[in-house]
């Protein structure tokens, strides 16, 4: 089988800011986005893609405080058999002139590869009763207070 994405548009970086910057001909698909507050970005970490990065099953400790081995499926890793990566992003505004929607943040480069995107709907993407392992229980609760948070305790990513 094979699967074609076609990507609606890209991550743009400016000045500190972000946008999804989408092809002129799907921004009239973003009509009444401007009612909801955040939205799930799906992106295509290009960076990672590769034989030997869609290769990996198993990594070792990538948390500082977690296993010693853990399967690419447990984790966020770009590193994976399809380099996808899915993010919720606080939505400021749409720009209709420049085709852009400007977002708080995302954890993609620029120039990402967008494929959809979606609205971000509590009664289908917040979950009650979460269960997650104790070596990350003390992780944020929520997306806004990770950008206090000091992950660079948490990987072990090599320099």
Not at 105 to 128: A, F, G, H, M, W
Not at 142 to 158: Q, V
């Amino acid at each position: 089988m094979t699967v074609t994405f076609n990507p609606i548009g890209k991550v743009k970086i400016e000045n500190g800011r972000y946008f999804i910057e989408l092809e002129e001909k799907y921004f009239e698909a973003t009509l009444g986005l401007e009612e909801y507050s955040h939205i799930q970005v799906i992106w295509w970490c290009n960076l990672y893609d590769s034989e030997e990065s869609r290769s990996y099953r198993v990594t070792d400790k990538p948390y500082a405080k977690g296993p010693e081995k853990v399967g690419m499926f447990a984790t966020r890793s770009p590193v994976r058999p399809n380099p996808i990566a899915i993010t919720p992003c606080s939505l400021i505004r749409l720009d209709q002139e420049n085709h852009r929607l400007e977002i708080a943040y995302i954890d993609s480069e620029n120039d990402t590869p967008v494929l959809d995107i979606k609205p971000y709907q509590p009664s289908v993407d917040r979950v009650r009763d979460v269960k997650m392992p104790d070596w990350c229980k003390h992780w944020p609760s929520y997306y806004e207070e990770s950008a206090t948070f000091d992950w660079s305790k948490e990987f072990n990513f090599e320099s």
